[in-house]
Structure formats: C-alpha cells, structure tokens
C-alpha cells in the first residue's frame, strides 16, 4: 500500500513511530533487557506490593466514605470505585463528569462560577460542576468516633451556574488499571517522543507535553500523563486532586475544602488526616493501589486471529500509532520520576507496556474547550487516550459522542486527519480487520 501516493506520506512516518516506541538507550531504557508488563484483569497485584497489602489498598480504593469522615459538602460519588471498576476495581466506567466555564472578554477560559446557597456562596473560577451535595439533610454522624447531629433541612448545598457558562462539556471516566507504569516514564522519553513525531511528521502531527505541578514534591514541574488534559503527573497527585474535588476529603496536600465558607460542613480539615500504623493516609494507599495493578489484558482470542494480526499491522501502516503509541519502556529500578517524587520501584523499572498513547495533547477536532493545568493553547485539545482496555468501553472518545469504534475514528480531524484519510482508502475488509484488532485491547 506504500506505493500509493496518498499512503506514502504516513508509510513514511509510520515507519518510524515503532522506532519511537522503543524509547531508547540514551534514556537508559534497554528493550533488550526489558520486561513485559503483566496484565490481567484478576485483582491480583503487578508485584509492586504483595497480595494482602494489595486487597488492603484496593479496600481503600472501594470505601464507601460518608458525611462523617469528610465526603462533600459538595462531591460526585462517595468512592473512587464508583467510577473506576468497569470490568474489575480500578479500570474505567461509563460515569461522566461536568465541566463548564466560559471565554472572557479577551478570549481566555475562565472556569465556571458556582452558586450555592440561594446564591450567598460562590465558588469561581472552577471548572469542575459537582453533581451531589451532602446538604439539605437531617442525619446523625459519627465524626472521630463521637455520634453527633448533621441539622441542615434548609441549606441549599447543591452547585448551580447561570448561562453565562455556555462552555459545557462531559468526561468519561478513564482507566487506573497499569497506571504506575505510565508514572514510571521519564520525562524527556515524552519530550523526545513529541519533538520526533513532529519532525518526522513534517509538522503535521505535534502532541504537546504541559509541566504540571507535582504537589508533593512542592509543586515541581513535571509532565502531565493522567488525566483527559494530562493534568497530572503523579498517581499521589492524582489521588489527592480526586480525593478532594470527587468525593469532598480534603487531605494533607489538598487540605481545604473547595468551599472555603464551609457550608454544611461539620468535620474538620483535612479530612483524611489519620496516619495508619505504616504512617500512611488514605491518598497513599490509593496511590499504592494503582501504582501496583497489572495492565489491561489483551482479548488473546481476537489479538491472535488471522484478522486481529492483521488489523494490528493496519493500525501500524496507516499511521494510528503516531499518536496510539504501542509500546514503551519504564525507566530504570531507582531512577527518580515525577519531579523527584517517585523512585521508580523494581517491580516498574526497565518494564515494556502496550499503553496505545503517547500521552501528549492533540488537537484532533474534537476538544472540549477547557484549559486546566496547561495554557490557553490546549483549550481544544486532549490527551490520546491509552487504547489499552478500549473494548470495555460502550461510549468512545472523551464525551461519549461515539458509539462504533468506526465512528469514533471518523471523528478524528485536525492533526489526525491524514491518517484517518488513510483509514478511509483502506477496503471495507482491511478496516473491519483494524476494527477487530480495537476490539482486542
Ligand atoms: C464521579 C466519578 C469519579 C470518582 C468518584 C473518581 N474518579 Fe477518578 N476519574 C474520573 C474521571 C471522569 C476521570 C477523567 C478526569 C478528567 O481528566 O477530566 C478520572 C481520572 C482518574 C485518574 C487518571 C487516570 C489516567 O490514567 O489518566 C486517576 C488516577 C483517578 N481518576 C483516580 C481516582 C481516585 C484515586 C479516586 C478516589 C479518590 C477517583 N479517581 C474517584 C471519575 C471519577
Ligand atoms: C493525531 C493523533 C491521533 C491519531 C493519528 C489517531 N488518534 Fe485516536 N485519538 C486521539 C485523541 C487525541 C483522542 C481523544 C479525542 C477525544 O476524546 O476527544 C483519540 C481517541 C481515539 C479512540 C477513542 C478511545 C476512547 O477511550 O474513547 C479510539 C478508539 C481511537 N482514537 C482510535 C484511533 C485509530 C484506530 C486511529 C487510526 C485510524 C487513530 N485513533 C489515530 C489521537 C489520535
């Protein structure tokens, strides 16, 4: 198919995106030596923790946290499980999020302002919508072991914004399962894989990295890889970020309440302020929990048929892992990632996965308008989501807007539309065949 002239532009840097993958040893990484991530959807750990301490962290994770011990006032669900277990703890689901905000006078996003009770508290200049609140409520707590009474029949808890907001976009939840790999990728091995994708892409295709604070290495900048917008960089960052503004449980790197009047608010701040007997709070655990699962498996049945193989080979030469990058090497055991926060473990170190991601931003036509972590420029642009575990997925891309794996990919414009036009000239067979191979992630 190379000799055809509309396919020899991404032949040309298909080619070189397997080159890619395999990050280099200038980085320290060494593909000879490097292991395969295990994977499998079974609850049983990666090797980062053993298998006790797993099902203790994945407890955490499963808690189902109430008024008592910090949940809202204002939150989405009362367990990060909630969202993530689609097909085991800790992969995605089909639970979206709200998101609003607005363009200013000069064209910047700014997030939305919500109003609270009856409109005597706002909250500006936050993105994020919370779909529950904790109050109007009647209800007996228990707070650090003592009984006492939550009495707010009149307190309007609830966030409300106006039509100003007419930035308003939904995100489905993503996958968690294989995350500390992804944590235990350098820095420079993204930058080199954005600066190589562009140069070899004639310009055409440019993800971009954003730093992003780490907040327990005081706010260093690292670069993001989690996150719909890569917002973060670091699974404790992660935790503390979604401790805070999903369930309400503020914590010792976020430790204020995102209403700062504390409206129906009994418990004080930070919530998650016990230390166990390892010394650890609750955002460490659920950290650890991620740090230690095992990759989303392939569906072997459909990756090694006749099809599967060959739609493997399709996504490769058509030029889809320029961006679905398909594998890549973890930093050595012992060196330092996420601004110095993380060492990389032994179990995570030199490892090779099969993430389907670059973990950069693109601009592929279908951006939410939203700006977060990173500048004005990502408005429309979103992070190339991991493939891997795509066929747990009912709703695809990060809105949900398409329901077919073929719809899903005619939607990519933008940076991707070379390659989706090199989708579109294969035969209906070749693109049942990478459909088939979606299909098996
Ligand atoms: C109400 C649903 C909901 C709850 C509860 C929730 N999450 Fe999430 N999670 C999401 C959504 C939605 C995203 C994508 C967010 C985005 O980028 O806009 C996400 C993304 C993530 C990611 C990034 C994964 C990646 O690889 O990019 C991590 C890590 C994560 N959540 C951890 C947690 C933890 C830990 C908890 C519990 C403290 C939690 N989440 C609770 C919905 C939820
Ligand atoms: C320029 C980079 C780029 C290229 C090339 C590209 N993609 Fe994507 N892909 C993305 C981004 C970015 C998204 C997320 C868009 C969104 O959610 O708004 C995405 C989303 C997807 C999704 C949805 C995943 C989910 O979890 O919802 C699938 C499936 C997918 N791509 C398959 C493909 C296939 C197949 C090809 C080749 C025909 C391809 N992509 C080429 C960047 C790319």
Known sequence: MCSKNTMLYVCLIAGLAMALAIAGPSLGQNSSTATEAPSGYDNQPNGLTDQATFSMDRGKFEETETIGEGLGPIFNAQSCRECHQNPVTGSGSQIKEFRAGHRDSTGRFVGATAFLADNTVTIPNRSLINQRAICPAVDTITVDGVQQTFNFPQTQGQERITTAENILALRLSLNTLGDGFIESVLDQALLNLASAQCANTGGAICGQAVKVPVLEANGTLAVGRFGWKDQHASLLSFSSDAYLNEMGISNRLAPNNVDLTRLCDVVPDPNDSEVDSEGLNDVDHLARFMRATKVPPRDTALATSADGVAGASLFHSVGCD????????????????????????????????????????????????????????????????????????????????????????????????????????????????????????
Request: with cysteine; proline share 5%; net charge neutral.
């Open 322 to 441: 320029i961006c679905h990058v398909s594998s890549i090497i973890t930093a050595p055991a012992g060196t330092a990632v996420a601004g110095g926060a993380v060492h990389v473990a032994p179990a995570l170190g030199n490892t090779v996965f099969h993430p389907y991601s670059d973990f950069l931003l693109h601009n592929v036509g279908t951006g939410d308008g939203i700006v977060q972590t990173g500048g004005q420029e990502t408005a429309n642009k979103m992070r190339t989501p991991p493939l891997w575990g795509v066929r747990t997925r009912t709703e695809l891309l990060h809105d949900g807007r398409s329901v077919t794996f073929f719809s899903a990919i005619q939607q990519h414009r933008g940076e991707a539309q070379p390659v989706t036009n090199n989708f579109n000239s294969l035969s209906t067979t070749q693109q049942n065949q990478l459909i088939t191979f979606l299909r098996s992630l």
